[in-house]
DNA sequence: CTTTAGCACTCATTGAATAAGAGTGCTAAA
DNA sequence: TTTAGCACTCTTATTCAATGAGTGCTAAAG
């Protein structure tokens, strides 16, 4: 990857660094020195330092300042000098008994309860992405008669969404009738994701009723508007007051804006899924971002999957001076409990 | 009520109400002189606002400031000296198309989509208590079979709830036996409220339905499950940041305090429900409210109904320096609204 | 008796000047 | 190559005076 440094700059950078997470103030030579094992004098780790902020991995706010580390400083710490420490017990525990406490939940509450989760045991502001809908496979269609007027259709998924809604009937419709539509339609819809049934699918699906019942045009609603439900998928929020806590937002301005940005769910989205990937976990360090509202921001995702299939995006969000390797750790943990809990679902 | 004031007296007050609400900035005896339509000199303002922080009814900074209202004021001022004025006819366009564009829609939507103009409307933040589950009345109870293993059961109350959870059979069921069971639970339950199915009668009908078959013991599951739900009634929140830009919110720490509280739904839950009342609309100017942690706001609440039944309640809140006129003008209307489009579905 | 002009006084806010302190860069010696 | 020493820089905190908005009070005018 980037340049390799000598042993003795990688331990200064990581002094600086690790130093930096911990008190958010820049780091002087004498810090570095106290910290350095193979006791240096602070001269000697000046002149280092000066060395790599000409190598662009410090930088000094201002000229009788300590060092701070730049963007660059915290990819290679991230890279090659991170040692993701162990979890604590009480904080594993804690994320095992808040996923697997009672089986029966729902599919949100265990990813509201994730967020929580995630951002106390972060200090950071937690997002997680549920499920993505247009990508489950459609299971079943039912529709329930309520009375002779209006019905309820039930729209079931492999991720576990239940969907429904009430439509009136346009006329009277007979049990076998209704059976009739519903078993054409669960025959032709079985396996496909919503993805796959796109409008013209269901235009056809109706020409094809209509030619035997000249009905049930309500029907239909439910899928277009989970069609359309593609765009909404929900965005969990977590501890985003913990912004507030981080010394890089004391300003007022700085924090509207931050919170701006957590109002805007189609946003938020959008930022969880282009991070989406295959990989484990990733980490996206100040203008490694593609949003510019969070280019002073490290952003940390991961995907939790059910049986394989890669179901949505876990997220923690803060300040580049983030203490990368609780993060980590934590995220690790949440996203191997969380696709345990989902696929004993 | 409290004591009259006379008339120029109270021409001073509304004037530093006024101003003050528009300016954030205390007010002193040459703007209210400026205000004032009978032409009297600053100095006998001055007299007159002597008076009026003498009573209660303004406050003083410092010895050298202008006055601002007191809480007392406030109440003076909505209570007598207000004059609600016209919604702006956009503001009023802009409600009405938000909740009546498409009528298909659940109710969750409408609800979150009234938070957003309620919000942007007043520059407050705005908080709407989701119907409220338990005072439902139960309408009917079915049970769709999936699979020989699992089954659907769907709960469905007279204010449009549609509740469901997958349940897995204990034992084989046939058709007629889950008929059976199904039939006897809505005779049992039709009418009564959420409040009233409590666990007693649930026991009671388990050892009922026990008698005649063994099985089942999960179709209950979901009901037991909405009544714990009575504690977890959404709160909907619009425009948090809105509260950035109020003067009085210039301290991050206060900040963190209100979108604490913001992060807490059952907190706010309690808030709101406090102040749902029969009442058209509900003015809690600062230590009015029981709350500790918004004494130093006020909240504006008013109650939404689907058919002459108190559904819920939206509020808004914001600084005691808060735009009363334009805040109920706004809720008036959304909450009118918000009844018949309720009402309508 | 009420109103108003006049004036001294108070207090928050602002800006400049100063002091303190942290940390650097550079030089020269080890 | 490392280190001690020292002058230098720049931020932060503090003090102090100046500014100005607005008051309260008194005494005169209506």
């Known amino acids: 990857m980037t340049a390799v ?5 990688e331990h200064i950078l990581r002094a600086v660094v690790v130093n930096y997470i911990k008190t958010a103030e820049p780091v002087g030579s004498r810090s570095v020195a106290r910290f350095y094992p193979g006791g240096l004098s602070s001269a000697t780790i000046r ?15 201002h000229t009788s300042a300590g060092r701070i580390p730049s963007q660059l400083g915290y990819r290679y710490y991230v890279d090659n000098l991170m040692d993701l420490n162990e979890l604590s017990e009480d904080v594993a525990e804690k994320i095992s008994s808040t996923l697997s406490a009672g089986k029966m939940r729902e599919i949100e509450q265990i990813i509201m309860n994730s967020t929580k989760v995630l ?16 990508k489950s496979a ?20 492999d991720t576990g969404y239940i ?16 059976q009739q539509v519903v078993s054409y339609l669960n025959q032709k819809l079985y396996g496909l994701t919503i993805d796959q049934v796109t409008t013209s699918l269901i235009n056809e699906l109706k020409r094809d009723l209509f030619r035997r019942l000249e009905i049930l045009e309500q029907a239909f609603i439910l899928l277009e508007e989970s069609l359309k439900e593609e765009k909404q998928i929900r965005v969990f929020l977590g501890g985003t007051t913990n912004i507030l806590n981080q010394p890089e937002f004391k300003d007022v301005d700085k924090i509207r804006r931050m919170l701006n940005l957590f109002e805007q769910e189609p946003l938020l989205f959008k930022i969880l899924e282009d991070n989406s990937s295959e990989d484990d976990i990733v980490v996206r360090i100040g203008s490694e971002n593609e949003f510019e ?13 059910i049986h394989d299939k890669t179901l949505g995006t876990v997220g923690v969000l803060g300040p580049t001076r983030m203490d ?8 690790r943990r949440l996203v191997d409990q969380l696709n345990q809990a989902l696929s004993s679902s």
């Open 138 to 157: 459609f299971r079943q269609l039912r529709i329930l008669p309520l009375d002779d007027k209006k019905g309820l259709v039930v729209l079931i998924t």
């Open 163 to 178: 969907k429904n809604k009430v439509i009136d009937f346009q006329h009277h419709l007979s049990q076998s009738e209704l």
């Open 293 to 305: 509202d969070i280019q002073e921001c490290t952003l940390i995702t991961g995907t939790y999957r």
């Open 119 to 134: 951002s106390s045991a972060t200090n950071q502001t937690s997002l997680i992405m549920g499920p993505q809908f247009k």
């Open 5 to 9: 440094l000598n042993e003795r700059k």
């Open 324 to 331: 990368y390797s609780r993060v980590i750790s934590v995220m």
């Open 47 to 61: 002149n280092e330092m000066a060395d790599l902020e000409e190598m662009g991995y410090l930088i000094q706010p």
